[in-house]
């Protein structure tokens, strides 16, 4: 059998019908089984050859990127590579790869079904993108709005669930949704607590894909909470998905606690700290040097998960000695120094974790963490009678009332240190 090359890499001549021809590539011949593609053109004329050709290696080169990249779903890969040659500045060329197009969701409209088929097309001409490929940069959106760190990364893996599920925007549905909810059930145990968590997620990666024009502000975001997973605080004892709350201890119990952790230096200052000012564990652990006067006798604290929460604490007289103390020991520039870091660049993981250890030893409910000590101290401050208000500027809440939340500027120090002063513990 004669061969002839053409000037053309894709083309050949054998007798007087030229041929189609692809080499594989080294690295992929082991996952398509095969050198090379080739195929009759049909014809004689070597222009309509080529032309017949181009249209066959574009399709046999999404078959290798396909395989290169061994996905879990080579059809999305193709699609990736056909969108990739569309967007070649070459006119005759994206002709003829809307050609391809054509034909191959033909193919797989055939084999798999409509929606197959449409997700394949509308990846492949760009009219809708790959929702995985969306992720990293939703990621950065959300760095940038300043979302913390660990909220991301939770918010990360949900998000990364959802779009191994649903190839492009077009299918978030509130049906489809509740049915992917439904299918993940079959595999792992869903609670209301993670299925509210895992809707907020999609939630937010559904705004996001207003804002770079993947779906429509017009469109109704689909993520809301099934029935079934939907939680309450009704006191009704039959009422579905109930939610527990945190439960404060009992001023004796926060005495017990701190006696029980006096081994443990930082952990017994912590649970002082936290008796004496109501303040988050995340504010006592990020709380440095700089922001405790003890001339003035007031912590600035900075680092609070809400605005609200940025505020100035009176030094409670019974307080004083310790942070003096704590300050004048600190090797780090921080109040509660040497606590390291997570990987979301927390402080208070450390002891977070040994209150954990130390209140299941002492056999304290679930419901009762180091939030519960913040409990305490409002309960203290209003069975001293001291005002929502005032005890709201201390802890770090809003205000309960148009008047005061929206035009008062906040007690002044006196009075937020006269308050903070009735409460008092058996230490």
């Known amino acids: 059998m004669t061969r002839k090359f053409t000037n053309s890499s894709y083309v050949e001549r054998r007798y007087n019908t030229y041929y189609a021809v692809y080499y594989v590539p080294k690295d992929v011949r082991h ?5 090379k593609f080739y195929k009759s053109t049909q014809t004689s004329d070597i222009k309509l050859a080529e032309h017949r050709a181009q249209a066959l290696v574009v399709s046999w080169k999404a ?46 409209r055939y084999h798999a079904g409509d929606g197959t088929a449409d997700t394949f097309s509308s990846i492949a001409t760009g009219e809708h993108r790959l929702l995985s490929e969306l992720v990293s940069s939703w990621e950065s959106h959300q760095k940038n709005r300043g979302l913390a ?32 909810l439904k299918l993940l059930a079959k595999d792992r145990p869903l609670t209301a607590s993670s299925v509210t968590r895992m809707i907020g997620a999609g939630k937010n990666f559904y705004e996001y894909l207003i804002t770079v024009n993947e779906v429509t502000k017009a469109d109704t975001n689909p993520f809301i909470v099934p029935d079934e997973y939907k939680r309450t605080k009704s006191t009704n004892k039959n009422g579905l998905n109930k939610v527990r709350p945190y439960i404060p201890l009992s001023q004796d119990d926060v005495v017990r606690l701190y006696q ?18 109501g303040a988050r564990i995340g504010e006592l652990c990020s709380l440095k040097v700089v922001d405790v006067d003890l001339e003035k006798e007031t912590i600035n ?53 040994k209150f954990g250890r130390l209140k299941k030893k002492l056999e304290f409910a679930d419901r009762h963490v180091f939030h519960s000590i913040r409990k305490t101290f409002i309960t203290a401050l209003e069975n001293a009678g001291v005002t929502e208000n005032i005890a709201a500027d201390i802890v770090g809440h809003e205000k309960p009332r148009i008047t005061y939340g929206l035009y008062s500027g906040g007690a002044n120090q006196e009075v937020k240190k006269n308050a903070i002063e009735k409460v008092s513990y058996n230490f």
């Open 149 to 180: 760190k660990k909220t991301i990364f939770q918010m990360r893996s949900d998000i990364d669930l959802l779009t191994k599920f649903f190839s492009t925007a077009n299918y978030l549905t509130t049906p489809l949704i509740e049915h992917w």
């Open 31 to 35: 996952i398509i089984k095969k050198a």
């Open 260 to 277: 029980s952790s006096t081994n443990d230096p930082k952990l017994a200052s912590l649970i002082f700290m936290g008796a004496y000012t």
């Open 63 to 108: 078959k290798v990127a396909a395989a290169r990249a061994k996905s879990e779903d080579p059809i999305i890969n193709s699609a990736l590579e056909l969108l990739k040659e569309l967007q070649d500045e070459n006119k005759n060329k994206a002709y003829l790869v809307k050609e391809v197009i054509d034909e191959q969701a033909s193919l797989i």
């Open 301 to 353: 604290i900075k680092a609070s998960k809400t605005e609200a929460g940025v505020r100035v604490v009176p030094i409670h007289s019974k307080l004083k000695p310790l942070l003096a103390s704590l300050i004048e020991l600190s090797t780090d520039s921080y109040v509660l120094p040497e606590l390291g870091v997570d990987k979301y660049g927390n402080r208070s993981t450390s002891l977070s974790k």
